[in-house]
């Protein structure tokens, strides 16, 4: 079964970090370049980071950029994002996403299939 | 900064047909933005409808379809049904990894 899970969502002070893994099974994990993308309550969709197919190289927003770090390990079929220095307008819905474009190929850029995402609440 | 558009909300009638559209604050958009297309319903992940502006993910009914009209890129319903009330979010690849979503349209069936 094709599949993307998230975990690791929770509720966090201000200033502080969390770390969200999501588990990838039922393809070639390390054939597939992934992203990160989030929902504050109530709002629309933000696209927050990407890493290639070999962790080459990440990508983010700016609204994030310095203080979260998108990583994987192939080996364990898994995505994370290392989120520090917490602000209340982080709080959101983390999703997990594949991309289309990875090791094989890259002729498009898409949020091909999701996870069911985790909730991160950033409060005193 | 650059900014997506796309309209709040859209109406349409049953069996009717609708076009929301994607934008670009400064600028066109071209396939080389990879339009992409997402469905989404309260308290549920999103849903891939289109991507590659005008390529259907699996699953995805006929009567949405991609494209690019004038500057912008384009999702058209034909023949909408009640399940087709939802929220619809486009994405716009900008390069350099870097993806923007356009802050979504409601779209009512009624």
């Known amino acids: 079964q094709v599949q993307l899970v998230e975990s690791g969502g929770g509720v966090v002070q201000p200033g502080g970090s969390l770390r969200l893994p999501c588990a990838a099974s039922g393809f070639i994990f390390s054939n597939y370049d992934m992203q990160w993308v989030r929902q504050a309550p109530g709002k629309g969709l933000e696209w927050v980071a990407l890493?290639?197919?070999?962790?080459?190289?990440?990508y983010y927003a700016d609204s994030v950029k310095g203080r979260f770090t998108i990583s994987r390990d192939n080996s364990k079929n898994t995505l994370y994002l290392q989120m520090n220095s917490l602000r209340p307008e982080d709080t959101a819905v983390y999703y997990c996403?594949?991309?289309?474009?990875?090791?094989?190929?890259?002729?498009?850029?898409?949020?091909?299939?999701w996870g069911q995402g985790t909730m991160v609440t950033v409060s005193s | 900064q650059t900014v997506v558009t796309q309209e709040a909300s859209f109406s349409v009638s049953p069996g009717g047909t609708v076009t929301l559209t994607c934008g670009l604050s400064s600028g066109s958009v071209s396939t080389t933005n990879y339009p992409s297309w997402y469905q989404q319903t309260p308290g549920q992940a999103p849903r891939t409808l289109i991507y590659?502006?005008?390529t259907r993910s699996s699953g995805v009914p006929d009567r949405f379809s991609g494209s690019i009209f004038g500057n912008k890129a384009a999702l058209t319903i034909t023949g909408a049904q009640a399940e087709d009330e939802s929220h619809y979010y486009c994405v716009l690849y900008m390069g350099s990894g870097v993806s923007l979503f356009g802050g979504g349209t409601k779209l009512t069936v009624l």
């Open positions: 996403a594949r991309d289309l474009c990875g090791r094989t190929s890259c002729y498009t850029r898409v949020f091909d299939m």
């Open positions: 590659n502006t005008n």
């Open positions: 890493i290639r197919y070999d962790g080459s190289n990440g």
